[in-house]
């Protein structure tokens, strides 16, 4: 063989061999990018699933503590009912005797309520319903505090002062409570 048809033979060899290098680099490096485009998009979806379990909790447990705050009213206006009679009808004043039966707060329900409003997330909303819980356990206590510190009986007036203060807190929580619940069912 001549010098030339050795020169050709090796430069196609390594044309070939530089083909094939130049082909495997280039599957190689698609690869790596399929194999990392396919890592992110599964991080995504983790992500993505994780945000709509979060999402799916904090939306039931908005629910629970709207619930809550309805059921903390409800049972706090059957004991202020009662205790306006009292305080209309005896010299107890407001708060100042018993719950007549059938009236008595179901602890287990309400000790329910309590939980769900404080795993609210949203700090403002989270402070806005305990407040309500708050002003609504000082409606209940009116008279006890009174028997407590010797103040004498509760007057109707300064127990339905306390009851419209409660009302108000639990309407505003209510109402925070609910937005937030909208915002929530807006998202994706």
């Known amino acids: 063989m001549t010098d ?23 599957d190689w490096l698609k690869d790596r990018r399929r194999t990392a485009h396919e890592r992110m998009l599964r991080e995504e979806d983790r992500r993505d699933a994780a945000s709509d379990r979060r999402r799916t909790l904090e939306l039931e447990n908005l629910i629970s503590a709207y619930d809550g705050l309805w059921l903390l009213a409800r049972e706090a206006a ?34 329910q309520a309590v939980k769900s409003i404080r795993l609210i997330l949203d700090d403002r909303v989270r402070r806005l319903a305990l407040d309500a819980h708050e002003a609504i356990g000082a409606v209940g206590l009116l008279g006890v505090r009174a028997r407590m510190f010797q103040e004498g009986p509760v007057s109707l007036a300064d127990g339905e002062v306390a009851m419209a203060d409660a009302v108000r807190k639990v309407d505003a929580a209510m109402e925070a409570v609910s937005e937030l619940i909208r915002r929530l069912m807006a998202q994706r």
Do not use: C, F, N
């Not at 030339?4 to 280039?26: D, E, H, K, N, R």
């Not at 059957?78 to 407001?94: L, V």
């Open 4 to 26: 030339t048809a050795i020169l050709t033979a090796a430069l196609t060899g390594v044309a070939a061999i530089s083909g094939v290098l130049v082909s495997v680099l280039a």
């Open 78 to 111: 059957k004991a202020h009912h009662a205790d306006m009679r009292a305080a209309k009808h005896t010299e107890h004043g407001y708060g100042g005797m018993l719950l007549p039966e059938g009236t008595e707060i179901d602890l287990s329900q309400t000790s």
